[in-house]
């Protein structure tokens, strides 16, 4: 695994690029976050399965009962098209660390980095048959995968409709299903925050890969006191941001991954507008000249005006869109951010560390940050609630899902 692992880094560059070509994120971001992050997660479990110790419970009475875990066989990894190689090796890489064969299916919309990762398992001499690669597209090939019946699992990233469907398939043979889905995600920023981290941090957390992360904070709840500051701030940053061509350094923010999902973007501009929402900055496609002349390049959006109940503030949009929602109260913004059908994370801004625990706790999203996003330590559970998802990766939880356990219990 550390093999495949020195593979992706020597190829970091090469991998950058075809992952912003299949993509439209800037290759900036592929270099720095996708493919990074597609070395840590085969380093990180192969070294974490090395830990991995046998359980033994004696009863004192002369009776032993020793846990082992061993593989399921053969698994099933489908992931989307957001963060192709990132999210592929992260299911990939603990499935075989412990002990199974692979069938991996990429998104069919970024199916290139996943096929290069089969050359670099080959150079590193992965024997022939533990990782499978099959491309295709999720109603001929995934749902295959999850109909098989020597498939003994099925991680899975992507959709919630989609989950649904997968879960409907596996149900009847008790497959064992990992399922991280779609996100609504708050942002809840109070009055006592250091404003000039939060006001980065949220650009980023509002627009990184073109909004195309199932961890950006898509409602910005803010405390009244500061809304207007907030506001104007917020609405000068993105007015600085950047859209264009994803090879130009000075790129913030590249093309939306299709025709379709700008369409979708577009539309939930109109119902914002047919809501009653006001569109204080974007809200249209993007220019950019030469060659990227076509691309699906879409402005960073800011709407306002919209109450949380809204279907603009309810459905993920997957874009760059944010919307502001004023707030007077503590109990008054957790009973929005928790309005919706998901539960992915959340990010909480505030120098009070009492106030942020006591939210968090209040909160029903797998992962909460306080004064950060999307920092990220491997050894914990990651995962959603609600209709984000079913289980958690990472850690010694994606072990723990790729094995069965089997208590063997001995008399002395
Ligand atoms: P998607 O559900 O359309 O597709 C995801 C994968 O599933 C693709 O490989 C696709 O081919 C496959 N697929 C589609 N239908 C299938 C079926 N019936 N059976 C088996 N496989 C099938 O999602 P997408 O559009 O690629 O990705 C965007 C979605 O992913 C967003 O909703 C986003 O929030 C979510 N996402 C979630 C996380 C997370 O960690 N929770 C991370 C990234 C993306």
Redesign the pocket.
Known sequence: MHKIADGIETRLDELAEYESRDTGKPLSLAKTVDIPRAVTNFRFFADLVLEHETEEILDGQGSVNRIIRQPLGIVGC??????PLY?FTWKIAPAIAAGNCVIG?????TPYTAFKLGEICQEAELPDGVLNIVQ????N???A??AHPKIKAVS????????E??SR?AAPQFKKLSL????KNPNIIFADCDFTSMLETTIRSSFSNQGE???CGSRIFVEESIYDTFRNAFIKRTQSLNVGDPNDEKTDMGALISKGHLEKVTGYIDLAKEEGGTILIGGENADVNGRCNDGYFFEPTVIDGLNADCRTNQE?I?GPVVSLIPFSSEDEVIAMANSTQYG?SATIWTENTTKADRVAGKLDSGVVWVNCWMVRDLRTP???MKN??VGR?GSLEALDFFTEQKNICRIQ
């Open positions: 489908i992931s989307p098209w957001n963060l999210l299916k990429p998104s069919e919309l295709g597209t999720g109603m090939t995934g749902s995968i999850v899975f990233t992507g959709g919630t409709k989609t989950g469907a997968i398939e991280e889905l779609g996100g992360i199932c961890l993920e997957f992915l990651f995962g959603g984000s998802g990766e």
